[in-house]
């Protein structure tokens, strides 16, 4: 593998992370991060969405018209996002999860992570390097979800995975972790630290 | 080529978008069945959950499959009752067809029940009998975020809350949403009883149900709120009156013979 592909995937995982330094998909990372097992099938969906349609938009993107561009990414962004909320319906183990997430799978269309890396990325680049890009991208928002949902889950039911960690002990869940803005302090937590080991980031 | 003229722009817009909903079409359509099996599943298990058959997770558990068998195997009988009580249809229960209520129809009989301007007919209320003696009947309502709904299930007595479970679109998790993932929530309603004779059938209190002298709730028809989620438990509240109060009737009805 060239050092150039290599680039594409490594670099949305933590140089570049869509969350932590482009503060791109913070509204989905505050709202699916109660639990870890919804911020792990919503990691996945956004990874499909973002791979496979960066994938087609970057085969397409020598014939598709400039002034209408945005609207034929949204397009094929929204049959994704539909295809796999339809797909995780179907089945009887991701019909409870799919449940849960309710619209928020739907909402991974109004995710910028996806039409943000479309537009910066596949229209100007060949289809592997594309969907590579899609799928790290997709990669490193769900690594940060799943982070912030391990605190939130642990901290704010006392359980993993739905399993019982602390409760046990008498442990009080703490409600302020299970609301939206203790998932921005998290986050800004992780900004933190990330800013801190990446001193290039930090304003001069 | 150029593709910014005009003919170009239309005609490839055109064919995108009728292609990506054709695709559409045809996804939605071959998944249908598989959705409609696992709603049905769902709702099934919701009832058995109600019916103190077995945990909501315990089924989950089990699969599809083994839930409608559980269903057909235990129930006793289900038909369709009227405002006044009476029976206007049975519903069959036989494994190979069985009729229930999904939130979507119960979304419409709780327009028949409420009246107003979505109202499409007179009420059709289900009624499901179960071989251990209990009746479970469903409500449905509106949280904070979304629908509630769920399913409530009565003793042979007709008043004695024998189990309860609910359902939710987007309540708060944590919150809202312990009124489905919070198993001492729906536990308080078990040994309580519903008033039918009043339009306050069943009260859920902010601040605390009466309680006895070793701190157990007082058995009437009145239990705790959630905390941090006044709004979902008022709903529920105006669900479950609202439901029984439609069901009354029949309930009542039953005790006088």
Not at chain 2, 55 to 82: C, H, M, P, R, T
Not at chain 2, 103 to 109: D, T, V, Y
Not at chain 2, 199 to 224: L, R, T, W
Not at chain 2, 227 to 250: C, E, Q, R, V
């Amino acid at each position: 593998m060239d050092a150039k592909l290599k680039e594409t995937i490594l670099n949305p995982i933590f140089k570049g992370n869509p969350i932590t330094v482009l503060v791109l998909g913070i509204c989905s990372s505050l709202a699916v991060t109660v639990t870890l097992k919804g911020a792990l099938v919503m990691a996945l969906s956004v990874i499909v969405v973002t791979g496979i349609s960066s994938l087609i938009l970057s085969l397409l993107r020598n014939t598709i018209p400039g002034r209408v561009r945005i609207i034929v990414q949204l397009v094929v962004v929204a049959m994704m996002v539909i295809l796999v909320d339809q797909i995780l319906k179907s089945f009887e183990a991701t019909y409870a999860i799919d449940k849960q997430l309710s619209v928020y799978i739907g909402l991974i269309i109004t995710n910028c992570i996806v039409m943000g890396r479309i537009e910066a990325f596949a229209l100007g680049n060949k289809p592997w390097p594309s969907f590579l890009d899609g799928v790290a991208n997709g990669a490193g928002y769900g690594m940060i979800l799943i982070i912030v949902a391990f605190f939130r889950e642990l901290l704010g039911s006392g359980t993993l995975f739905g399993v019982d960690i602390l409760n046990w002990m008498g442990y009080v869940p703490n409600n302020l972790v299970i609301l939206p803005p203790f998932a921005l302090i998290l986050l800004g937590c992780i900004v933190w630290v990330q800013r801190s080991i990446q001193k290039d980031l930090q304003e001069k | 080529m150029n593709t910014n003229n005009n003919v170009y722009t239309v005609i490839y817009t055109t064919v995108i978008v009728v292609v990506v909903a054709a695709l559409l079409a045809f996804v939605s359509q071959s998944l249908k069945a598989k959705q409609d099996a696992n709603e049905k599943a769902d709702t099934i298990s919701q009832m058995l959950t109600s019916a103190s058959y077995a945990s909501k997770a315990e089924l989950g558990k089990l699969g599809n499959v083994a839930v409608l068998d559980k269903y057909a195997e235990e129930i006793q009988e289900a038909f369709v009752i009227n405002l006044d009580g009476e029976v206007l249809r049975e519903l069959s229960t036989s494994r190979e067809n069985i009729e229930v209520y999904s939130p979507k129809a119960l979304k419409r009989q709780n327009y028949n029940i409420k009246g107003g301007p979505n109202k499409s007919g007179e009420p059709e209320l289900p009624v499901f009998v179960f071989k251990n003696g209990k009746t479970v009947v469903p409500i449905y309502g509106a949280g904070l975020w979304g629908p509630i709904w769920g399913y409530m299930s009565f003793e042979s007595d007709l008043r004695t809350i024998g189990g309860a479970y609910f359902d939710h679109e987007s309540e708060t998790a944590g919150l809202g949403a312990k009124i489905k993932d919070d198993p001492s929530f729906q536990a308080e309603f078990v040994g309580e009883v519903a008033d039918f004779s009043s339009a306050n059938v069943f009260d859920i209190v902010k601040g605390g149900a009466p309680k006895d002298a070793d701190g157990k709730s007082v058995v009437d028809n009145k239990i705790d709120a959630i905390t941090g989620a006044t709004m979902t438990s008022n709903g529920l509240d105006a669900a479950i009156d609202t439901w029984l109060a439609a069901y009354a009737k029949y309930f009542t009805r039953n005790v006088e013979e």
